[in-house]
């Protein structure tokens, strides 16, 4: 069974902090890892992804991947009030591309002003 | 460019009645996945399309559940006859060919089995 598993939250930071998003999956031959922000009531958004360990950084995002440790985080820095969402990690557990994604049931971020 | 779309955004039907889902994907998007969120639970795979063909319907959960996607384009997801526990948020996703398959979701159509 291939699990996803994140810490559902809610997570609180002051407005300016660093968020830091955690999420760790079952299978060590996975491929891609993606993190979605979903406001409530909308899509999922996709914010970013990574394949190779280390970290990735774009805007105020930076996901960080270590594959040994079968682990995958988002940190936002800078954190604003409109970060306030749900957060879900996704992993594509098969090595061909184009297949399903699992997902975690996602961690609710809260920034206070 | 235009995202994922998906019709309607909200439906209400008693047990026993059908249901008709839409989804209609990027434009040059041969992929599209249909995924599904009950409640209090994380979103779940239920079919994979390339083009107009069934990739992979491992989570479709019973023959209730019928997908289409004639002519590669859009997709519909039928539930005939609708039980309680289909109650959830079906999203519809689509992706080009790509080595990491970035997947773009629509809106989500919320449907409640009463």
């Known amino acids: 069974q291939k699990e996803v598993e994140q810490n559902s939250g809610p997570l609180s930071v002051p407005e300016g902090a660093i968020a830091s998003l955690n999420c760790t999956y079952s299978?060590?031959?996975?491929?891609?890892f993606f993190w979605y922000r979903q406001y409530s009531g909308k899509s999922p958004e996709l914010i970013m992804f990574?394949?190779?360990?280390g970290d990735k950084e774009d805007g105020r995002f930076t996901a960080q991947l270590n594959k040994a440790s079968q682990y995958v985080s988002l940190l936002i820095r800078d954190s604003q009030p409109s970060d306030s969402a749900t957060y879900l990690c996704?992993?594509?557990?098969?090595?061909?591309?184009?297949?399903?994604?699992?997902f975690g049931k996602g961690t609710r971020l809260s920034v206070i002003a | 460019e235009a995202g994922v779309t998906q019709f309607p955004s909200h439906s209400v039907i008693e047990k026993g009645q059908t249901v008709t889902l839409r989804c209609d994907p990027i434009?040059?998007?041969?992929?599209l996945y249909w995924y599904r969120r009950v409640m209090g639970k994380e979103i779940k795979f239920l079919l994979h399309?390339?083009?107009?063909?069934?990739?992979?319907e491992s989570g479709m959960p019973n023959n209730r559940f019928l997908a289409e996607r004639t002519g590669g384009t859009y997709s519909t997801l039928k539930v005939q006859p609708a039980e309680l526990e289909d109650s959830g948020v079906y999203f519809c996703?689509?992706?080009?060919?790509?080595?990491?398959?970035?997947?773009?979701f629509g809106p989500g159509t919320r449907l409640t089995v009463l």
């Open positions: 299978d060590r031959g996975s491929q891609s």
């Open positions: 399309f390339v083009k107009e063909s069934k990739q992979d």
């Open positions: 996703a689509s992706s080009r060919d790509s080595t990491y398959n970035e997947q773009f």
């Open positions: 996704a992993v594509n557990f098969w090595n061909s591309g184009n297949t399903p994604l699992v």
């Open positions: 990574i394949y190779s360990n």
């Open positions: 434009s040059g998007h041969d992929n």
